[in-house]
């Protein structure tokens, strides 16, 4: 089963910054938060990841609070080709286990 | 970057055909993996191979094998296609523990 809840989905003006979040709250010390997004049709892609420190790449930031129970996805400037399912999982950072996708936020991006 | 190139994006079988989906990794993972994805059901785990020869049962293997004679490719065979295999079939790679990539993905239709 996946670890992690998110909102069914979500809606972001074109422009705005999309804030997407996740509840994790029975992450272990190991375990590293990953988001992935799937545009239709399409295989699943890697956005980031992070383990207690905030992160940011050219797609987005991650924030992860302190107590590591939650995080946000930040997209600054939501286009409308951001709209898609976005996936938080939880995974060990150690060989061997799987990523387990859960339904995900569906986000749809607004003109 | 990374490419993870699934050979077919369309397929439609016949009821009791076999079937051979076939996957191709560009940058030497190791670890290689087959989802399916069907609607309201999210990504479900079919098979796994961490290293050449070697695989690995997932969450819904049955009807399902598998072959990784080299490092680079992963093929997933339908040994007697039923139409309850309709579903989009998704390959992945990683090295280690980072983060997947997919590939377009497989439409597969069992008439």
């Not at chain 1, 995974?91 to 986000?107: A, S």
Request: proline content about 4%; overall charge neutral; glycine content about 8%.
């Amino acid at each position: 089963d996946a670890k992690t809840t998110q909102p069914t989905s979500m809606d972001c003006a074109e422009g705005r910054a999309a804030n997407l979040p996740c509840n994790h709250s029975t992450i272990s010390g190991n375990e590293y938060v990953y988001w992935y997004r799937q545009i239709h049709s399409q295989g699943p892609q890697y956005i980031i990841h992070g383990l207690k420190n905030n992160e940011t790449n050219e797609m987005a930031s991650l924030i992860i609070t302190e107590d590591r129970k939650s995080s946000t996805l930040i997209l600054p400037h939501a286009t409308l080709r951001d709209t898609a399912v976005y996936y938080c999982i939880v995974r060990d950072y150690n060989y061997g286990q799987n990523f387990v996708f859960g339904p995900g936020t569906r986000l749809s991006v607004l003109p | 970057d990374v490419k993870v190139t699934q050979s077919s994006r369309y397929l439609v079988k016949r009821t009791g055909e076999k079937v051979f989906l076939e996957c191709v990794q560009d940058m030497d993972h190791e670890n290689m993996f087959w989802y399916r994805q069907d609607p309201g059901l999210g990504l479900r785990l079919i098979y796994f191979s961490y290293d050449v020869k070697m695989k690995e049962k997932g969450d819904i293997p049955e009807g399902y094998s598998v072959s990784r004679e080299k490092k680079e490719r992963f093929s997933l065979i339908l040994e007697s296609a039923s139409t309850n295999q309709t579903s989009m079939y998704l390959c992945a790679s990683t090295l280690g523990s980072y983060g997947y990539t997919f590939g377009s993905g497989t439409r597969l239709t069992v008439v």
